[in-house]
């Protein structure tokens, strides 16, 4: 069965403390990788999209890597407006087009 | 600016009176998208439309019906709501046959059955 797993679930650092989210996935013949930002009450946004093992995507403080079993999202240095719950979502190679799989989500709280 | 923007924000309905959920958008994106989230969930798909063609999701109850009467707005009808679907509705539209498959999400209405 297709899944994909999000952890930790909950998360709480101090400003300017790096760390890593992870996604694993158990899908048969990935299409792409998505990593989300939700805000409290909001709908997700859109931050990265990998394709293949190797890849890295950077923006700002956020930087994602994709296995082939699994993407780590690095927040580096983060601040408190990095708080938000991070999304990732999996699409198949056997799924039409638009279509996804999203994890539960990590909550991140990061404190002054 | 152009986005996606879904009314209410709210909705509170009585355990078993029909709602609509409706969501506009002016990217002019030719999918469009209903997910069901519930508190510290994963978003689930309901259904999507590309273009005119309706996309049911095998796991989603009869009770969820949709409409898109033209490419700007889609609608999200729950006939008979039970306590159960009280969450998150979020509607989202993508861009088929662009490079990056990635989804622009409403802000979403949160429904609350009573």
């Known amino acids: 069965e297709d899944q994909v797993t999000q952890s930790p679930e909950a998360l709480r650092l101090q400003e300017g403390e790096s760390s890593s989210l992870n996604c694993s996935y158990t899908?048969?013949?990935?299409?792409?990788l998505f990593w989300y930002r939700q805000d409290p009450g909001k709908g997700p946004e859109f931050l990265f999209t990998?394709?293949?093992a190797g890849e890295e995507k950077e923006k700002e403080r956020l930087k994602a890597t994709l296995t082939k079993k699994e993407s780590f999202l690095h927040i580096t240095a983060p601040k408190p407006e990095d708080s938000a719950t991070y999304l990732c979502?999996?699409?198949?190679?056997?799924?039409?087009?638009?279509?996804?799989?999203f994890g539960a989500g990590t909550q991140v709280v990061v404190t002054p | 600016d152009a986005m996606v923007i879904q009314n209410p924000r709210y909705q509170v309905t009585q355990f078993g009176k029909p709602v609509t959920l409706s969501c506009s958008q002016t990217l002019n994106h030719n999918v469009m998208y209903w997910y069901q989230q519930k508190s510290s969930q994963a978003p689930k798909l309901l259904f999507h439309y590309y273009d005119k063609d309706f996309n049911n999701e095998a796991d989603t109850p009869d009770n969820f019906q949709s409409r898109r009467p033209n490419t700007s707005f889609c609608f999200l009808d729950i006939r008979s709501p039970g306590l159960g679907d009280a969450a998150m509705y979020l509607c989202?539209?993508?861009?088929?046959?662009?490079?990056?498959?990635?989804?622009?999400f409403g802000s979403g209405t949160q429904l609350s059955v009573l």
């Open positions: 989202a539209t993508s861009r088929a046959g662009g490079t990056n498959e990635k989804l622009f």
């Open positions: 990998l394709y293949s």
């Open positions: 979502a999996v699409g198949k190679t056997t799924d039409s087009w638009g279509k996804f799989q």
């Open positions: 899908v048969s013949g990935l299409r792409g």
